[in-house]
């Protein structure tokens, strides 16, 4: 594979492909690891959901405004920042001696996770200025995004069993600081500021708002749903996003463009991203607590018997572009949804772990269904806006996705946490099973659901087709923000 002609743009590719590749590979790599940290931190599910959830909350609520950043005030300057960013969050996690400096240091990385990677596609776009190649620089990246949510369970197997939890955070610094040097050598810098645009009060809003649903859904398992203290964070969190919804409705330039929800298919497009998240990556996490807590298997042998999902996605990607070029994004999305929706419900019937054959066939299923559910709804996003809007469309769907990840690990680890509330050790791998079956069923009615939005909203096109701007949004002349 010839990335580029010249030393100097090469080494600009590897950078950027570099940094992707730790970014996304600290999303799975860290759900082998979840029941050693428990252990060496003497923390429960809930720290696990707050170690998962630090590192998406920040990368769901900062990634609309990552790549703007860049396009502002210097993408090399901006992607370089990003990367030392990640490197000292690495090194917090690694040397975290307590829960709650392990979770700041998670919080580090999805800041800086939202940095790199819309940071890293800036630059690659910049280095390439012809547009096949582009588009086919932007297919290996792809495939190096792929292989690093490929990787992460194995990898993590591997260095949990053979030197600890915090190895899976080490192995970032060499990797990241070879990055940073290539990077400042070989990537020019660049910047667009009359077309890009900061949105600080909605992205504090954003935050906020994220953060109080959240940390109010982990913690009811010590405060109960009819506390006052839920009541009050949810009623807090529900007045925050209230205000962040009429930010984003009247700035010129707002980090979500809210204006563009009017559309229903827009709307269903991205609601149903949040259910995905939500049921597909938050079982992806609490499947690993259960095979190593419940079952006794080991990090390697755990991540091992979840490469069949991570595995299956990538052939189901390809197949889902070439449905979506020929038939629309649609089809392959239901089928997607179905196929995800399935496998948990199929999940929940089984004593996972120990059922092998028919565990790892429902694993293959739910990789499939990932693989033809998440690329074409972007591509069904970018159909429904106009064009100077593609970049914020395609994150906008990208974001709702992890947004609804920080969701599922908080409702289904909470669910979960309950069940295991009053368990000894004559019943804590049956109630640990009745808990996972009842995440497994709402993980799967929830991206079920998520079908169900999609089979209701008709008239999308072969991705072929041109792309024109809905006359419900003709009014909605916002300027660009890549």
């Given at each position: 594979?010839?990335?580029?002609?010249?030393?100097?743009?090469?080494?600009?590719?590897?950078?950027?492909?570099?940094?992707?590749?730790?970014?996304l590979l600290d999303l799975t790599?860290?759900?082998?690891?979840?029941?050693?940290?428990?252990?060496?931190?003497?923390?429960?599910?809930?720290?696990?959901?707050?170690?998962?959830d630090a590192f998406s909350i920040?990368?769901?609520?900062?990634?609309?405004?990552?790549?703007?950043?860049?396009?502002?005030?210097?993408?090399?300057?901006?992607?370089?920042?990003?990367?030392?960013?990640?490197?000292?969050?690495?090194?917090?996690?690694?040397?975290?001696?307590?829960?709650?400096?392990?979770?700041?240091?998670?919080?580090?990385?999805?800041?800086?996770?939202a940095l790199l990677v819309p940071?890293?596609?800036?630059?690659?776009?910049?280095?390439?200025?012809?547009?096949?190649?582009?588009?086919?620089?932007?297919?290996?990246?792809?495939?190096?995004?792929?292989?690093?949510?490929?990787?992460?369970?194995?990898?993590?197997?591997?260095?949990?069993?053979?030197?600890?939890?915090?190895?899976?955070?080490?192995?970032?610094?060499?990797?990241?600081?070879?990055?940073?040097?290539?990077?400042?050598?070989?990537?020019?810098?660049?910047?667009?500021?009359?077309?890009?645009?900061?949105?600080?009060?909605?992205?504090?809003?954003?935050?906020?708002?994220?953060?109080?649903?959240?940390?109010?859904?982990?913690?009811?398992?010590?405060?109960?749903?009819?506390?006052?203290?839920?009541?009050?964070?949810?009623?807090?969190?529900?007045?925050?996003?209230?205000?962040?919804?009429?930010?984003?409705?009247?700035?010129?330039?707002?980090?979500?463009?809210?204006?563009?929800?009017?559309?229903?298919?827009?709307?269903?497009?991205?609601?149903?991203?949040?259910?995905?998240?939500?049921?597909?990556?938050?079982?992806?996490?609490?499947?690993?607590?259960?095979?190593?807590?419940?079952?006794?298997?080991?990090?390697?042998?755990?991540?091992?018997?979840?490469?069949?999902?991570?595995?299956?996605?990538?052939?189901?990607?390809?197949?889902?572009?070439?449905?979506?070029?020929?038939?629309?994004?649609?089809?392959?999305?239901?089928?997607?949804?179905?196929?995800?929706?399935?496998?948990?419900?199929?999940?929940?019937?089984?004593?996972?772990?120990?059922?092998?054959?028919?565990?790892?066939?429902?694993?293959?299923?739910?990789?499939?269904?990932?693989?033809?559910?998440?690329?074409?709804?972007?591509?069904?996003?970018?159909?429904?806006?106009?064009?100077?809007?593609?970049?914020?469309?395609?994150?906008?769907?990208?974001?709702?996705?992890?947004?609804?990840?920080?969701?599922?690990?908080?409702?289904?680890?909470?669910?979960?946490?309950?069940?295991?509330?009053?368990?000894?050790?004559?019943?804590?791998?049956?109630?640990?099973?009745?808990?996972?079956?009842?995440?497994?069923?709402?993980?799967?009615?929830?991206?079920?659901?998520?079908?169900?939005?999609?089979?209701?909203?008709?008239?999308?096109?072969?991705?072929?087709?041109?792309?024109?701007?809905?006359?419900?949004?003709?009014?909605?002349?916002?300027?660009?923000?890549?």
């Amino acid at each position: 594979m010839t990335l580029s002609t010249t030393p100097r743009r090469r080494g600009t590719l590897i950078a950027a492909f570099s940094a992707t590749f730790i970014a996304l590979l600290d999303l799975t790599i860290v759900a082998v690891a979840l029941p050693a940290m428990q252990t060496d931190l003497h923390t429960t599910i809930t720290g696990s959901q707050w170690i998962v959830d630090a590192f998406s909350i920040c990368l769901a609520a900062c990634m609309l405004s990552g790549g703007s950043l860049g396009d502002r005030y210097g993408r090399k300057r901006w992607f370089l920042i990003g990367m030392a960013l990640f490197l000292a969050g690495s090194l917090l996690c690694a040397l975290a001696p307590t829960l709650g400096y392990l979770v700041a240091g998670r919080a580090v990385q999805g800041t800086a996770a939202a940095l790199l990677v819309p940071g890293a596609l800036s630059i690659i776009g910049q280095a390439e200025p012809d547009p096949v190649r582009r588009a086919r620089l932007l297919g290996y990246w792809g495939m190096c995004a792929s292989a690093a949510v490929l990787a992460g369970p194995i990898i993590g197997g591997l260095l949990v069993d053979g030197f600890g939890w915090p190895a899976i955070f080490l192995v970032n610094l060499p990797i990241g600081a070879a990055a940073i040097l290539l990077g400042r050598r070989t990537i020019d810098e660049s910047a667009d500021p009359d077309h890009a645009a900061l949105d600080p009060a909605g992205q504090a809003l954003g935050i906020v708002t994220l953060a109080i649903l959240i940390y109010a859904i982990i913690e009811t398992r010590a405060n109960g749903w009819g506390s006052l203290i839920t009541i009050t964070l949810l009623a807090l969190a529900v007045a925050a996003g209230t205000a962040f919804v009429i930010v984003e409705w009247r700035q010129a330039t707002p980090m979500l463009p809210v204006r563009l929800l009017a559309d229903r298919r827009f709307a269903s497009v991205n609601a149903a991203s949040v259910l995905l998240g939500f049921g597909a990556n938050g079982a992806f996490t609490l499947l690993s607590l259960y095979l190593q807590q419940a079952q006794g298997h080991g990090a390697l042998a755990t991540g091992l018997l979840l490469a069949p999902m991570t595995v299956a996605i990538m052939p189901a990607s390809v197949l889902a572009g070439r449905l979506t070029a020929s038939r629309g994004p649609r089809l392959p999305m239901l089928l997607g949804y179905a196929l995800i929706g399935a496998s948990l419900l199929g999940l929940a019937t089984l004593d996972i772990g120990r059922s092998l054959l028919a565990t790892g066939a429902l694993f293959v299923l739910c990789g499939i269904g990932q693989g033809l559910a998440i690329t074409p709804a972007v591509a069904a996003a970018l159909q429904l806006v106009p064009r100077q809007r593609s970049g914020v469309a395609s994150a906008t769907v990208n974001t709702a996705r992890q947004a609804g990840s920080a969701l599922g690990i908080a409702v289904l680890g909470t669910i979960l946490s309950q069940s295991l509330a009053n368990a000894d050790p004559t019943t804590f791998q049956r109630l640990y099973g009745t808990g996972m079956r009842d995440v497994m069923l709402t993980a799967g009615t929830a991206v079920l659901a998520g079908a169900l939005l999609l089979a209701l909203q008709r008239g999308w096109r072969p991705a072929t087709a041109d792309t024109h701007e809905p006359q419900a949004r003709q009014k909605d002349r916002i300027r660009p923000t890549p």
